[in-house]
């Protein structure tokens, strides 16, 4: 699992962590479970804040996932209840980091999978598309969907993704359920050079041999008083 921990709370570009390496950014809608998702994959259950008030997050917010390894918490877009003037202030610094930062190695970006891109959603997708870096999108609270419906939601996902000339992926993800865990925190391992996850022990198709059966083996075998074996 990812060991995850708090590193800081940037406001300003001149400050962002110069000792860093390679940085993943998190985006999305102020409501689409983006904290949610930070937890769930960090294995940690309030690094990221959530909030009962969506568009509580007003900076970059870095934790440290390796030697030199970042994961970004970027401020939600499209719902924060902010003087026009402060919003402004936080494009900026969105924008500046989303350009500039020769760290960035992508993007991870989540969607409730029950509104899936939405006018704010895609013309995001579309500016970022000219930093010629991957996206890779969460589709959340898939558990909210029947396995049909959610099935249906990744193929036209990935289609849609497709047609905006978009480099990179989409998964079906609930952190309610843990579902997909393991397929993001694997694309984040490969952006951030860290290690593969371990493979999981293969299932040898045999059940282990329950208390009965292994008791009633141990009395078939038993000797008999007066038995010559």
Do not use: C
């Amino acid at each position: 699992m990812l060991n995850a921990a708090f590193f800081d709370t940037i406001a300003d570009p001149a400050m962002l962590p110069h000792e860093s390496l390679a940085e993943v950014a998190f985006a999305g809608r102020s409501n689409a479970g983006k904290s949610s998702a930070i937890n769930t994959i960090a294995h940690h259950n309030r690094l990221a804040f959530v909030s009962k008030t969506p568009g509580r997050t007003q900076h970059l917010n870095f934790f440290r996932v390796g030697e030199q390894r970042f994961l970004v918490d970027l401020p939600g877009y499209g719902y924060a209840r902010a003087p026009l003037a402060q919003q402004y202030k936080w494009q900026g610094l969105i924008g500046g980091y989303l350009e500039r930062r020769a760290q960035l190695r992508g993007m991870v970006l989540i969607m409730d999978i029950r509104h899936p891109f939405t006018d704010l959603d895609t013309n995001f997708l579309t500016w970022f598309r000219e930093a010629e870096k991957p996206v890779h999108i969460l589709l959340s609270k898939a558990d909210k969907l029947s396995r049909s419906a959610s099935l249906d939601s990744l193929r036209l996902a990935r289609e849609r993704l497709s047609s905006l000339r978009v480099t990179g992926g989409v998964q079906l993800f609930s952190s309610l359920k843990r579902l997909g865990v393991d397929e993001a925190e694997g694309v984040l391992r490969t952006w951030l050079d860290l290690p593969a996850l371990a493979a999981k022990p293969a299932s040898t198709g045999r059940a282990d041999a329950s208390p009965r059966a292994t008791t009633s083996t141990t009395q078939r075998t038993k000797k008999k008083p007066g038995s010559r074996g």
